[in-house]
């Protein structure tokens, strides 16, 4: 029986951002340090993404006009940002660090995450902020590296805090999928890659068509794969969105 498409789920959802209108499955995850190499990336790759992942904390040079030219690019190439910010801790300090600060994370980016591990208030908190201006939250149930301890029972109360909060939480970073695909849920799969199986620093790869096809996930994040040294971005982004998005027809049961 193949899955339900994108968009039948995504009707069902009650948050507006599990929305999507484009063709790709692929987030670029922008680990780099710099604003113009982060503008750079998301001006070139944005053609072919859904979702710009950002560690905002990382650039040197960050400042108001990095936020936005981002969120022009973003307008103008249809992607969302997500910033990959793993909130962890109790809801009036997150609070806080989502709305204000040095970066105002909740006025520009339309998805960030947080580890569940502070208690069901840490959703709460958050949730206070992000709701009013239409964003979504993602639970990090699980991680791509080795040695993780979000797994089991961790993993298991991830998904029930989910599902009390299903107006602000979209989704779930993690390796496969956990609930009902009727639950609606996103998911996000870091670790995938086409031409390796790791890192050397505990990040395990697998390719787009294992998230996707075998194990449920929606949404593959690349980064080093598509912009590493000697990398020729635009063609690895084609690469991997071809790639993702195939193994997304197989599953619904479509060709390509």
């Known amino acids: 029986m193949s899955s339900r498409t994108y968009a039948e789920r995504a009707a069902a959802h009650p948050n507006p951002l599990a929305k999507g209108r484009k063709k790709s499955n692929l987030s670029i995850a922008a680990d780099v340090s710099s604003k ?11 053609p072919y993404i859904c979702l710009f992942k950002t560690h905002i904390d990382i650039v040197d040079d960050f ?61 709460s908190g958050l949730k206070e902020v992000g709701l009013p ?43 496969r999928r956990l609930t009902e695909e009727s639950e609606n849920f996103i998911y996000f799969t870091p670790g995938v890659g086409l031409d390796t199986t790791g890192d050397g620093l505990g990040q395990q790869y697998r390719t787009p068509r294992n998230v996707i ?35 997304y027809l197989e599953k619904i049961g479509h060709s390509a």
Not at 36 to 46: I, N, Q, R, S, T
Not at 88 to 100: E, L
Not at 214 to 239: L, N
């Open 36 to 46: 113009k190499e982060l503008l750079e990336l998301a001006d070139v790759l944005g």
């Open 63 to 123: 400042d108001q006009d990095l936020v936005d030219q981002l969120s022009a690019l973003a307008l103008k190439h249809d992607f969302m940002i997500f910033e990959d910010r793993k909130f962890a801790d109790i809801g009036n300090t997150v609070k806080n660090q989502y709305s204000s600060g040095v970066y105002h994370i909740a006025s520009w980016s339309h998805i960030t995450n947080c580890h569940p591990l502070p208690g069901e208030g840490i959703i």
């Open 213 to 247: 096809l075998e194990c449920g996930s929606d949404v593959i994040i690349v980064g080093r794969g598509i912009y590493g040294p000697g990398k020729d971005r635009i063609a690895q982004a084609k690469r991997y969105r071809e790639a993702g998005w195939s193994a």
């Open 133 to 175: 201006l239409n964003r979504g939250l993602l639970l990090l149930a699980e991680m791509s590296s080795a040695g993780s301890l979000a797994t089991g029972e961790y993993t298991k109360i991830s998904v029930e805090m989910a599902r009390r909060h299903k107006d602000f939480v979209i989704g779930f970073v993690a390796g």
